[in-house]
């Protein structure tokens, strides 16, 4: 026993070192642990070894992490490049005194800042998942005595106390357990509790295996245990994913954001060039200084597509409530676009491939082999040899196979309810016996349970007594080679003896079945005088159960579904090998048993990995027993080579991979706090085929911001066109600044946010996702542009033209009859952005009645303009005549006429 004295008097900041850097604690007995830690294991720490110890180690706590204030979500408004240039013209329109055009601008700066806050503010998700994970009671033995603590009052050294149900709340050494289970799913990857035991292991047995320590965030599933804590806080296995949550460099810029910041900067260059040659022109024709800076002001917020940050925004905000409807909920707004953009998503297996449920579906006898029917808590099924239907009464193995596995288990059955709570694999028994028509209830009654024989790990068995006429029969589970090694004889017809030739090819028997993906257990039995008898002696062995965690029903046409659409899905998982090769065979993942799959241990460190290596990592779909940092390894290789990467997971442990990934997808009914603080996006039914309408949409959404982007560029254009061909010969400006800035923002904005709810393609899942670095606007969509902007600007300047020349209407009239063709001409250049090839009456843009709402909308908003007399005084126009009208009816037509004749007559160019 410690002397509490001397360990107080030695207990200095260079022994805390020492504690702090102890290293692979499994390998440890008790006793040498004790010492190092200098702890009494029966009355724990005293008072002053606390103390010294909290303010050495600091709390039991996890580094908070930094809300999104809203001032920064805010600030985030700002940053795209077109907001700017909108400033910008607000600042010159005080400048030269115009001020109604400033205001005009600035009131559309202020909607579009309001729109995204609001939008995004409800979107962030602030809670600190990390962090709440530490924020749990802890039940210590300090100075002989049990306290029930704030588990971040923790300290190493501390003697902990755990029953079912707790939750770790540090990394603990088990010195004492009893039927010890736990869940360490969240933490490893690994699909079933496993159990615990208090013997020390080799140093190298890797984290999902060290059967001697418990970890922070993890749940005690059954039985109790006591231990010593060896870590707390950030040096916990929690606290180095919350480290690397933390250190993950993400691109916090989409796609999307790229390319309209990458927009903006041309548009930069674009207008310094047209004000320059406007300037130089009308100088030269020696024009006055204040119509320059006029005209100059008219180009700037011609050449700014006002609309355009507020329709992006309106569309991906309604991208989020159109995936919400589909359980897929969006926690960043841009995150929407990237979807549709994604190429590789990888994935988990348990609970989103596959149900994380296991089924038993085969039994082995050594005469026969049955596959059984059914899955997941289904209690229906067939017993079937060959594929025929069986009496389960005319094979008495078979059913004292059903019989053991019912007997030898703890889970049950929730009274009055379909559901059961215990081991996977011991509800799997359980379902098993029902479908066998028999009920663990039922046959406790003739054979109750005497004494239980917990499961050891060192010999992977458990076993239980059972009375039966004043003997016992003992029922055995386990390990296949761990049962065999201790069976004599063997029940086959009648009871015989078990020869090595036998034990030999039941064992290749179980590895065959392992090879198909199945979760193997032996099953066997004796009868015996006492409870007291060695427990596993002299076996009878019954038979091999192999059990499945099944996939998800329809998952395999998911994966077909992704793969047509260009994206490559990759399996990354904690289990075993086998077992991940067999179910991602089974869904399509690979084509073939020659794919190799890669285990974790097999990966190395990325800067070691030469070219041939890496493009092995590249080209392999599914990885096996990875561990958290391997994740983002996989994400990083993939993020270099030009993808962009999306990761589903629900555990603590996919935390720092859903950060890295470019979209980031938990799970909302299994997944933590933790994996939903990290994901761009939760999927709220767990289902991996909701992630197809999300990318479906995602690649709409992107496609419909691309149209629009056209359209309103297209009429943009024609705008700065219009005000060029004036200045080249000498006219007064034909299209007033505010009469611009009321174009782009009232009757441009209806039609493009029509064009934002077009439905999409009913194939765009059977085509490529689009390359990442494919600019938003390409080469041929700015000959588009150029020429639809063109074709529209003389039009309109000829009406400008006709009303000053030919008809010799005052410039007044004349600006109203280009303003008004201008803005006819726009709102019916809406239907030129159908597909090519589409027919003209009955395409997505005719068909969406968004449009035609748009369409009246303008129609009314143009009409206003020359009818309303506030509105009329304010933009400068007046009524035309019906010359005027005329004018405008013929040419804001001749735009549309054309433009559609060249899409006939040249539907590829």
């Not at 024609?718 to 009757?747: D, G, H, K």
């Not at 009246?856 to 309303?868: A, H």
């Amino acid at each position: 026993m410690i002397n509490t004295e001397i360990a107080n008097s030695k207990e200095n900041e260079s022994y805390f070192k020492e504690i702090d850097k102890i290293e692979n604690p499994w390998a440890s007995t008790i006793d040498e642990l004790v010492d190092k830690v200098r702890v009494d294991r029966k009355k724990g720490l005293n008072k002053t070894q606390v103390e010294r110890r909290l303010k050495f180690f600091g709390y039991n706590e996890l580094r908070k992490t930094k809300k999104k204030s809203p001032w920064v979500i805010l600030y985030s408004q700002f940053k795209s490049i077109l907001v700017v240039l909108l400033i910008a013209a607000v600042v010159f329109s005080f400048i030269f005194g115009d001020i109604i055009e400033g205001s005009s601008i600035l009131v559309v700066i202020i909607i579009n800042t309001m729109i995204g806050f609001i939008t995004e503010f409800r979107a962030i998700r602030s809670m600190e998942a990390l962090y709440e994970l530490t924020k749990i009671d802890a039940k210590v033995v300090r100075e002989g005595e049990m306290l029930d603590i704030m588990a971040s009052k923790v300290v190493p050294g501390d003697i902990i106390v755990f029953d079912a149900g707790d939750v770790v709340s540090a990394d603990v050494r088990i010195i004492k357990s009893s039927k010890l289970k736990v869940n360490e799913s969240a933490l490893t990857g690994e699909s079933v509790p496993v159990n615990k035991v208090k013997d020390k292991i080799d140093e190298s047995t890797p984290l999902a295996e060290r059967k001697n320590m418990l970890y922070n965030g993890t749940v005690i599933v059954r039985g109790t245990a006591k231990g010593i804590v060896i870590n707390t806080g950030m040096d916990t296995e929690l606290g180095k994913i919350s480290k690397m949550v933390e250190e993950a460099k993400v691109d916090e810029v989409t796609p999307l954001e790229k390319k309209l910041k990458s927009l903006g900067r041309n548009l930069i260059w674009v207008l310094l060039a047209i004000i320059i040659i406007v300037a130089i022109s009308n100088f030269i024709m020696g024009e006055n200084f204040i119509l320059v800076i006029e005209t100059a002001i008219a180009l700037a917020v011609a050449t700014v597509p006002e609309g355009l940050p507020i329709i992006a925004t309106i569309v991906l905000a309604r991208g989020m409530q159109r995936m919400a409807k589909r359980n897929a909920l969006i926690n960043r707004l841009s995150a929407v676009e990237t979807l549709g953009a994604t190429n590789v998503i990888c994935t988990d297996k348990t609970g989103t491939i596959t149900e994380n449920k296991m089924t038993a579906t085969r039994i082995y006898t050594y005469n026969n082999t049955f596959r059984v029917t059914g899955k997941g808590l289904e209690t229906e099924g067939e017993f079937l040899i060959d594929d025929k239907s069986i009496e389960i009464s005319n094979y008495k193995v078979l059913k004292k196979i059903i019989e053991i596995g019912i007997l030898c288990n703890n889970a049950s059955r929730i009274k009055n309810n379909d559901n059961y709570i215990g081991d996977p694999l011991e509800v799997a028994l359980l379902i098993l016996g029902r479908k066998a028509g028999f009920k663990k209830k039922d046959i406790l009654e003739k054979l109750p349970e005497a004494k239980e024989i917990s499961f050891d790990a060192s010999i992977k068995l458990m076993g239980t007594f059972h009375e039966k006429n004043d003997k016992y029969l003992f029922a055995v589970k386990g390990a296949v080679e761990s049962v065999i090694a201790r069976c004599k004889s063997i029940y086959m017809d009648e009871i015989e003896p078990i020869s090595e030739k036998i034990k030999s090819e039941i064992l290749e028997h179980n590895d065959q079945m392992a090879k198909n993906g199945l979760r193997v257990i032996g099953l066997a039995m004796k009868k015996t005088e006492t409870i007291d008898e060695d427990p596993y002696n002299n076996l009878i062995f019954l038979g091999l159960v192999g059990l499945l965690d099944p996939p998800r029903e329809g998952i395999d046409n998911v994966i077909d579904t992704f793969h047509n659409a260009g994206i490559r899905i990759i399996m990354a998982t904690g289990d075993h090998q086998l077992t991940a090769k067999n179910i991602a065979g089974q869904v399509g993942i690979i084509k073939s048993e020659d794919e190799k799959i890669l285990k974790g241990s097999e990966l190395k460190d990325l800067s070691d990995l030469n070219d041939g290596e890496l493009e092995k990592l590249v080209n392999t779909s599914v990885f096996a027993r990875v561990e958290p940092s391997q994740k983002l390894d996989l994400i990083d290789i993939h993020q270099k080579r030009g993808s962009i990467v999306g990761m589903t997971g629900d555990g603590v442990n996919d935390a720092p991979a859903l950060k890295k990934a470019n979209i980031g997808i938990a799970m909302g009914q299994r997944g933590t706090q933790a994996a939903k603080e990290a994901a761009d996006m939760i999927l709220q039914d767990d289902n991996f085929s909701t992630l197809i309408t999300a990318v479906k949409q995602g690649r709409v959404i992107f496609n419909n911001i691309r149209t629009f982007i056209i359209y309103l560029l297209s009429c943009n254009l024609s705008e700065i066109l219009t005000i060029f061909f004036a200045s080249i010969f000498t006219l007064p400006i034909p299209i007033l600044p505010l009469q611009i800035l009321y174009l782009n923002v009232i009757t441009d904005i209806f039609p493009a946010f029509a064009l934002g709810a077009n439905k999409g393609a009913t194939n765009i899942m059977e085509k490529s996702p689009r390359d990442p670095k494919e600019n938003v606007i390409t080469r041929k969509h700015w000959i588009k542009i150029s020429l639809y902007s063109l074709i529209i600007a003389l039009s309109v300047f000829g009406s400008y033209i006709i009303a000053l020349f030919i008809f010799n209407l005052n410039q007044s009239s004349a600006v109203t009859i280009s303003f008004l063709t201008l803005g006819f001409s726009q709102t019916f250049h809406v239907f030129n952005m159908r597909k090519k090839n589409s027919k003209f009456f009955k395409n997505q843009i005719t068909t969406n009645y968004f449009v035609w709402i748009a369409v009246s909308i303008c129609f009314l908003t143009l009409l206003l303009t020359v009818f309303l007399p506030g509105l009329s005084f304010v933009l400068k126009t007046t009524n035309p005549g019906l010359i005027g009208f005329l004018i405008v009816a013929v040419m804001s037509l001749l735009p549309l006429f054309i433009i559609q004749l060249l899409k006939r007559f040249f539907p590829n160019h």
